[in-house]
């Protein structure tokens, strides 16, 4: 059984051994998929259930990526030790039930802009996080989170004040401490050696979890897919294949083979794509808080970002 050491020696290499092109790719990706996705997800909720949609998405999106490693790489690729598996689906239950499930349940009432420019404080989360495990940021770094709580505190004042449910912006809040934690956790801990089974085992986790809850939640009573719109499938769609497949595979790839602090130069991307996709096709209000609060947020990491890339 690998212990969790040398499992980060093997994901250290692995970023250093990256073809940079191969990692820009994958950013990209990230920067426009995941972008999109708010939109999706908002598209999806309209109609559709939060918590068994996600969980329908992932665990949809789960099994196919075990069928493409198995027809890749071979049957051998999906084994996994015990220690593995059991870091896999902690890692999912943070990031997708905890991280993306609470986003889900948040755009039933959050505008997707919003919350896309909420999710972007994830990167503070993580120099919190580094914080509070003895590491010492740079003052620069830690200047950047205290700007960035403060534009935090901008983007929540239209749920103070009522022009967007309050308990929404709370939930997409919880939800990045949540996706922050789980990144945070994914380099410390032993993953499959096949990023893309480590991948499969969090969506499936993942998509188990969103499920569960959402029959906690009794999302399945008065259940009819037929009066789901035509969009909302369409949507959901989406999200499996771009979001799921494509989008997620790609961060889990780079957070074992790049640098945390340029993996999370996606959100500062994905706020731009996601407002600008809510605004067009939603026709989603830009007030006030929402612009000058997420300036704040962004340029906040933005700072971050760069300060640790240098470090």
């Known amino acids: 059984m690998r212990t969790s050491a040398p499992a980060k020696e093997g994901r250290t290499a692995k970023a250093t051994t990256a073809p940079a092109a191969a990692v820009w790719t994958a950013l990209a990706l990230v920067y426009v998929v995941w972008g999109s996705t708010y939109l999706g997800i908002r598209v999806v909720v309209e109609t559709m259930p939060p918590f068994l949609s996600a969980g ?12 493409a490693v198995a ?36 755009e039933t009432s959050v505008p997707s802009g919003l919350a896309a420019l909420l999710v972007a404080a994830v990167p503070m989360w993580v120099v919190v996080l580094r914080a509070g495990t ?134 500062y991307v994905n706020p731009v794509v996601a407002v600008a996709l809510g605004g067009l096709i939603l026709d989603e209000a830009l007030t006030w808080p929402i612009v000058v609060g997420g300036a704040v947020v962004v340029a906040a990491v933005g700072v971050i970002v760069s300060t640790e890339r240098k470090k």
């Open 71 to 106: 027809w890749r790489y071979g049957p051998a690729a999906l084994k996994a030790t015990r220690a593995q598996v059991a870091s896999a689906v902690l890692v999912g239950l943070l990031l997708i039930l905890g991280g993306n499930g609470l986003v889900v349940l948040a």
């Open 56 to 67: 329908a998405r992932f665990i949809t999106a789960g099994l196919l990526l075990v069928a």
């Open 134 to 267: 003895g590491d010492r940021p740079p003052r620069r770094t830690l200047g950047g989170v205290l700007v960035g709580l403060a534009g935090l505190a901008v983007l929540t004042s239209p749920g103070i004040g009522g022009a967007v449910r309050l308990s929404g912006v709370l939930l997409v809040v919880a939800g990045s401490v949540l996706w922050s934690l789980g990144s945070f956790s994914s380099s410390k801990l032993p993953l499959p050696g096949n990023p893309f089974t480590g991948s499969a085992y969090q969506m499936l986790a993942g998509g188990t979890g969103g499920v569960v809850v959402g029959l906690v939640r009794g999302e399945h009573r008065g259940l009819d897919p037929a009066a789901y719109s035509t969009a909302s499938w369409l949507a959901l769609g989406y999200l499996v294949v771009f979001g799921s497949l494509v989008g997620f595979t790609a961060y889990v790839w780079l957070l074992q083979a790049a640098p945390l602090s340029l993996v999370s130069t996606y959100a």
